[in-house]
């Protein structure tokens, strides 16, 4: 993955690298959403996505999070346990990029309940927020976001996550575009269950106003 899985066209999507930090952050913004500074300073620094890196090569996620929940430190947590990825051509250039990230609105839910916090921890190893995915206007319509999103599903289901999600802008009329990419996309009112199966508690999420929500869940969990 750090040095790159083949894409289209001769685009390789690899794993963000500290200097990619700027033009992550702007393609971001270009999908509608801010990154957190927390998150550029975390890749500029070389701190985001490394845990999962270390669980791809066979590590647990759960020791290092056990360990940054003991010590109140779940800020460096949720940037080591985030994916960031990029596109990039045979010149070296970066053309696109995918965030995805632990979704703390989903942590901040569980750690409501009352009792240890095992429930919040696990939500941040089986679900995640694709916070944006985006490409360069003047590269798109080549399957580059395709792979990009091929890529991080892959990556989640192989972790053992369970559920991807995230929200867009309703009015980028974006519901085709994830739902030929194996999402089901929420009408406004609607909401997915994302408590009972990890807590024995219902909790709703969907999406805030003026977004639409989009989720999959690994293979026949529904
Ligand atoms: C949406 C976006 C990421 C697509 O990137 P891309 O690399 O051009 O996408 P791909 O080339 O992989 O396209 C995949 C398919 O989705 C379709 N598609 C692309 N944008 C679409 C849109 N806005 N609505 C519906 N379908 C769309 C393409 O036509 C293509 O279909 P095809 O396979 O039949 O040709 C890109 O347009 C973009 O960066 N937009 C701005 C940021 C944004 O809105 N991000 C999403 C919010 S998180």
Known sequence: MVEGLAGPDG?????????????????????????ESGHVEALAQGR???????ALSGAGLAPPLARAAASGDLLTAAAAMSLPLVAQDRN?????GLLCVP????????????????????SMMKYAKIKAVAVREDARG????????????????QLDYMLLFGEFETCRMLGPYYRRHGFTVLDPQDTIDVGTLLTGVLM???AGPGETFFHRWRGPIR
């Not at 070296?92 to 696109?96: A, H, M």
């Not at 399957?143 to 890529?151: E, N």
């Open 11 to 35: 685009v390789r999507i690899r794993y963000a690298q500290p200097q990619d930090a700027d033009i992550v952050a702007d393609l971001v913004k270009t999908a509608g959403d801010d990154m």
């Open 103 to 122: 979704s703390g609105a989903v942590t901040a839910m569980v750690m409501k309940l009352p009792g240890p916090n095992g429930h919040a921890l696990m």
């Open 92 to 96: 070296g250039q970066v053309l696109g």
């Open 204 to 206: 709703r999420l969907g």
């Open 48 to 54: 985001c996505g490394t845990w999962m890196l270390d």
């Open 142 to 157: 080549r399957g580059i976001s395709t792979a990009l999103l091929k890529r991080c599903i892959q990556i989640y289901w």
